[in-house]
């Protein structure tokens, strides 16, 4: 049995930190998307909004690998990797309202809970 890849702790603080990172899916240099990501267990997990068969994350569905960029640290090779687990999932949805509790991120906060979204949670994980 192997041990699941984990970032060291200053990144995942960093990830803890950051309002937004940047994504990029496969190795191509290309521009990067903002997304909103929140740490739960010591993983991190971003949810899409628009679920577009060009959107970031259906890009990381066919190209596992990639790059987020994290606002101050650096650049940091990824493996995307689907979320399961309704309970995981719901602590998810608990992590984006707490860290994004300001009026104007409500309307996100509630969107990222309808199914259609939650679907698309991605873990990051290092490669």
Request: glycine share 6%.
């Amino acid at each position: 049995m192997t041990t699941p890849r984990r970032f060291p702790e200053r990144l995942v603080k960093a990830f803890a930190e950051s309002q937004v990172i940047g994504v990029r899916a496969g190795d191509e240099s290309h521009r990067f998307l903002a997304v909103w990501v929140v740490v739960v267990q010591g993983r991190v997990f971003a949810r899409s909004w628009n679920d577009k068969p060009t959107g970031w994350h259906r890009a990381f569905m066919r190209e596992q690998r990639g790059v987020v960029q994290i606002p101050k640290v650096r650049e940091v090779r990824v493996i995307a990797k689907k979320t399961r687990g309704d309970r995981l999932l719901e602590a998810i949805d608990r992590a984006y309202a707490e860290k994004y509790h300001t009026p104007a991120s409500r309307k996100w906060v509630r969107g990222f809970k309808v199914a259609r979204r939650k679907a698309t949670t991605t873990e990051f994980v290092p490669r």
